[in-house]
């Protein structure tokens, strides 16, 4: 353990900065213990807990300002089984990946199967941006809206020129309920709970447009085998009616219920994107008039505000910092494991306070004079 020790005036309140799972608000939690006590170990197949599914749905309609026909389904797993879930359920021939970091990466594996045409895959360097291109016989287009490993968002747009029958998928795990968009220009934007709703993970969760529920009808009577647990047909059916097709963590859905409520209370996705701003800007601010950091992301119009990633010099150890931080109770500001950079990667999601983020950069400056 270091012995650096960062005073209690310039820390953090709550030392969370983990990009997933993230904080949680207090509130969340002490809203939880009168739930837990009542319906925890109870079906989720009856009244109250339909209802909290359905309260749930309306929510994420009204946060994302759905269009009318647009529709709330969810499913067991996380976003690694929805990929999976989409590579049966969604693409009928051929998709085309966008490719800048570790998770659309790994969509983009996925959707080299026997049943599908070898995709296309737009591959950058993390860091920067690529873009997707329309192409003949592509009929799903898939791409991150926030690269959790990398920091790096894309807009969330149509592709021009693609054809008009073509889906567009949006992995939207670390951005959804922390950057505005606009619902028309995807037709599945979907998501795990635990980054900006601010709970557990086990469950994905997707708005889904009249195109793509008529794809997802017209591949599930196609022929075509797909197992019930990866059946967005099934998911379509049991969301409908309020539930999940296995069991799911009643306190996932409580948790990110709750999430979705508050940010509604206080203005909506707007008021979210707003608060993710302002908190990301203050650290890509500060990296850039430092001397030994700069964001790792050099164009501003593709840094995240929601995972911002901060370069260090050489001469400086960020592994060692991190580890400072987490000796003072201050965790999880490591880089993405797989991304082998000299850096900080901090979530600014929208659970944290500004002023938290100005706090913590006053722990690292700290940290830096005394190393």
């Not at 030392?15 to 837990?36: H, I, K, N």
């Not at 969760?205 to 085998?225: C, D, F, Q, T």
């Not at 494991?337 to 938290?356: D, H, I, M, Y």
Request: contains cysteine; aromatic residues 8%; negative net charge.
């Amino acid at each position: 353990m270091s012995d650096i020790v960062i005073p209690d005036s310039i820390k953090p309140l709550d030392g969370r900065f983990g990009c997933g799972p993230s904080r949680m608000r207090p509130e969340q939690l002490s809203a939880f213990e009168d739930f837990g006590k009542r319906y925890m170990g109870t079906s989720h197949r009856q009244q109250p807990i339909k209802n909290l599914v359905g309260d749930f749905k309306q929510g994420l309609l009204d946060m994302f300002h759905a269009p009318a026909g647009y529709e709330i389904i969810m499913g067991n797993g996380g976003a690694s089984a929805f990929w999976d879930a989409a590579t049966f359920s969604l693409v009928e021939q051929k998709g085309q990946a966008l490719v800048h970091g570790e998770f659309g990466n790994k969509f983009a594996n996925i959707l080299n199967t026997p049943w599908l045409e070898a995709p296309t895959v737009i591959s950058v360097d993390p860091g920067s941006r690529g873009d997707l291109v329309a192409e003949e016989g592509v009929d799903v287009y898939a791409y991150p809206h926030n690269e959790t490993s990398s920091g790096v968002v894309t807009d969330v747009q149509r592709v021009k020129g693609a054809d008009e029958n073509a889906l567009m998928l949006t992995d939207a795990t670390s951005a959804a309920g922390g950057i505005d968009f606009d619902p028309k220009q995807t037709d599945v934007y979907y998501f795990s709970p635990q980054k900006n709703l601010a709970s557990d993970g086990g469950l994905w969760i997707a708005l889904v447009s009249p195109k793509a529920i008529g794809r997802i009808e017209a591949v599930a009577s196609s022929g075509r085998y797909i197992p019930n647990i990866l059946s967005l047909q099934l998911a379509l059916d049991n969301s409908r009616q309020n539930f999940t097709l296995n069991t799911p963590s009643l306190a996932t859905i409580f948790f990110a219920n709750n999430q979705v409520q508050w940010i509604n209370d206080n203005g909506g996705l707007a008021w979210a994107d707003s608060r993710t701003r302002e908190s990301s800007d203050l650290l890509y601010h500060w990296a850039e008039k430092t001397k030994v950091t700069k964001p790792f992301v050099e164009n501003p119009k593709h840094r995240s505000q929601v995972v911002a990633t901060i370069n260090f010099d050489d001469a400086i150890d960020a592994l060692g910092i991190a580890q400072i931080l987490r000796d003072n109770g201050i965790v999880d500001t490591e880089p993405y494991r797989k991304l082998g950079k000299n850096q900080l990667r901090v979530a600014t999601f929208v659970s944290t306070e500004p002023s938290e983020v100005e706090r913590l950069i006053a722990s690292i400056e700290y940290v830096l004079e005394r190393i």
